[in-house]
Antibody
Framework: EVQLLESGGGLVQPGGSLRLSCAAS????????MSWVRQAPGKGLEWVSAISGSGGSTYYADSVKGRFTISRDNSKNTLYLQMNSLRAEDTAVYYCAKEGKQLHYMDVWGKGTTVTVSS | EIVLTQSPGTLSLSPGERATLSCRAS???????LAWYQQKPGQAPRLLIY???SRATGIPDRFSGSGSGTDFTLTISRLEPEDFAVYYCQQYGSSPRHTFGPGTKVDIK
C-alpha cells in the first residue's frame, strides 16, 4: 500500500525553526517528485515546495523562499522540509504529497502534521 | 502567475441532485495539468480528476471533469451523502509550480 506519514510538527516561537519529515512506503520513492502543501486554519490549500525525484531540482512558493529548504534522502525514502525564521502566518497543517510522473497531479497525500507558530 | 478562481464559493444542494463546479484560470492552462481534489473536514485532500477529465483510481463515475483553455468544470451527476465536502482545482505550471483555487464547498441544503 502506498503511504506517506508526516512528522515533526509542533509549537514553535516566531523566528524559530522546525524540520518536518515525510516517510514514504509502497512505491519507488526516488522515481517521483514530491511536494509539501499547507493549509492554514479554516483556509484553502497552498503549495509550499517541491523537489524532483533525484533531489537535483527544488521549487518554492514566494511566501517561503529563502526561509524553507526542501530535501530528500532516497536511501531512507524520506522527504524533509526545514523551516527557519518561522512566522505566525506559517501556522498550518503541512501535507506531503507524491506527484504523478508526467502530469504532476498529487495522487497520494499524507495525513498531515500541524505547525503552530506562536509566542 | 496563473490565478485560479472557483465558483460558486458554496453550493447548497440535496442528495440526488447534480452539482456543477467551475474553475476559471487567469490565462490558458494545459488540460493535461488541471486536477480536482476533494477534501472532507479533518482529512487530507483526495485526488478525483487529473488531466482535466481522467478519473483517479477508485473514483466513482458520478464524478466527471471537462473543459479546456481557461474554463474547467467538475460535475457530480447525483450527489451521495459522502460527496458533501470542499473541492479544489489545481494547475501545474512553471512558476509557481502548483496553484490551487480557493475551493467550492458543497453542503447539504
Amino acid at each position: 500500500e502506498v503511504q506517506l506519514l508526516e512528522s515533526g510538527g509542533g509549537l514553535v516561537q516566531p523566528g524559530g525553526s522546525l524540520r518536518l519529515s515525510c516517510a514514504a512506503s509502497g512505491f519507488t520513492f526516488s522515481s517521483y517528485a514530491m511536494s509539501w502543501v499547507r493549509q492554514a486554519p479554516g483556509k484553502g490549500l497552498e503549495w509550499v515546495s517541491a523537489i524532483s525525484g533525484s533531489g537535483g531540482s527544488t521549487y518554492y512558493a514566494d511566501s517561503v523562499k529563502g526561509r524553507f529548504t526542501i530535501s530528500r534522502d532516497n536511501s531512507k525514502n524520506t522527504l524533509y522540509l526545514q523551516m527557519n525564521s518561522l512566522r505566525a502566518e506559517d501556522t498550518a497543517v503541512y501535507y506531503c504529497a507524491k506527484e504523478g510522473k508526467q502530469l504532476h497531479y498529487m495522487d497520494v497525500w499524507g495525513k498531515g502534521t500541524t505547525v503552530t507558530v506562536s509566542s | 502567475e496563473i490565478v485560479l478562481t472557483q465558483s460558486p464559493g458554496t453550493l447548497s444542494l440535496s442528495p440526488g441532485e447534480r452539482a456543477t463546479l467551475s474553475c476559471r484560470a487567469s490565462q490558458s492552462v494545459s488540460s493535461s495539468y488541471l486536477a480536482w481534489y476533494q477534501q472532507k473536514p479533518g482529512q487530507a485532500p483526495r485526488l478525483l480528476i487529473y488531466g482535466a477529465s481522467s478519473r483517479a483510481t477508485g473514483i466513482p463515475d458520478r464524478f466527471s471533469g471537462s473543459g479546456s483553455g481557461t474554463d474547467f468544470t467538475l460535475t457530480i451527476s447525483r450527489l451521495e451523502p459522502e460527496d458533501f465536502a470542499v473541492y479544489y482545482c489545481q494547475q501545474y505550471g512553471s512558476s509557481p509550480r502548483h496553484t490551487f483555487g480557493p475551493g467550492t464547498k458543497v453542503d447539504i441544503k
